[in-house]
Nanobody
């Protein structure tokens, strides 16, 4: 059974930092592209950042220079370090694992991030 379990969300003041983690099980983690998406109320889910099996990284323009994605294949975990958080970063953040070669796409349950005074 495949599981993606996010953790690390919470309430933080503007300018603060959070580190999200996503622990994967039931998949060969190293061959999956791992991504973080977010969905704010009333908005569509959007890509925040992703990292390929080979380590190539993409960031949404809105988070470039503030967020850092990384992966630890030995721990089957992907991270999202979020600095200089803004109220507009408030959303539910979802972990995604995708491998197009084997047509597999998995999602975590999401973790709430709220940036507010």
């Amino acid at each position: 059974q495949v599981q993606l379990v996010e953790s690390g969300g919470g309430l933080v003041q503007p300018g603060g930092s959070l580190r999200l983690s996503c622990a994967a099980s039931g998949i060969i983690f190293s061959i999956y592209r791992m991504g973080w998406y977010r969905q704010a109320p009333g908005k569509q889910r959007e890509l925040v950042a992703d990292i390929s099996s080979g380590g190539s990284i993409n960031y949404a323009d809105l988070v470039k220079g503030r967020f850092t994605i990384s992966r630890d294949n030995a721990k089957n975990t992907v991270y999202l370090q979020m600095n200089s958080l803004k109220p507009e970063d408030t959303a539910v953040y979802y972990c995604n694992a995708v491998n197009f070669r084997v047509s597999r796409d998995y999602w975590g349950q999401g973790t709430q991030v709220t940036v507010s005074l």
